[in-house]
């Protein structure tokens, strides 16, 4: 079993930026894809951005691209969100996900993961 726990919610201005952090424990593991997520009110959860554990690809929703940063720290088991020029359309809660095993980048990343924290909430005023 692989807990995960969010946190770095908050709420910020338009424009800003803000940075959520994943710890996982449980079990160790050295292959696997660590996703965000995210759920407004009304909508369905959508991807938001992906890294391979062991190799370090990433892929991230079109909405998202060259505003926010997925990274990740082996060491501390630890996966970070970084979001920049942040817009009222980003508000939601931020769900991180893992799955274990071996992956290809695409749409493998997309979906299929086994693992939920509880969520972190990102409130961006306008």
């Known amino acids: 079993q692989v807990q995960l726990v969010e946190s770095?919610?908050?709420l910020v201005q338009a424009g800003g930026s803000l940075r959520l952090s994943c710890a996982?424990?449980?079990?160790?593991?050295s292959s696997a894809v660590?996703?965000?997520f995210r759920q407004a009110p009304g909508k369905e959860r959508e991807f938001v951005a992906a890294?391979?554990?062991s190799g370090g690809s990433t892929d991230y929703a079109?909405?998202?691209k060259g505003r926010f940063t997925i990274s990740k720290d082996n060491a501390q088991y630890t996966v970070y969100l970084r979001m920049n020029s942040l817009k009222p359309e980003d508000t939601a809660v931020y769900y991180c996900a893992a799955k274990l095993g071996t992956y290809r980048s695409g749409s493998s990343y997309l979906r299929g993961y086994d693992y939920w924290?509880?969520?972190t909430q990102v409130t961006v005023s306008s």
């Open 62 to 64: 079109d909405s998202v």
């Open 51 to 53: 890294i391979n554990w």
């Open 8 to 10: 770095g919610g908050g």
């Open 117 to 119: 924290g509880l969520g």
């Open 24 to 29: 996982a424990s449980g079990r160790t593991f």
């Open 34 to 36: 660590m996703g965000w």
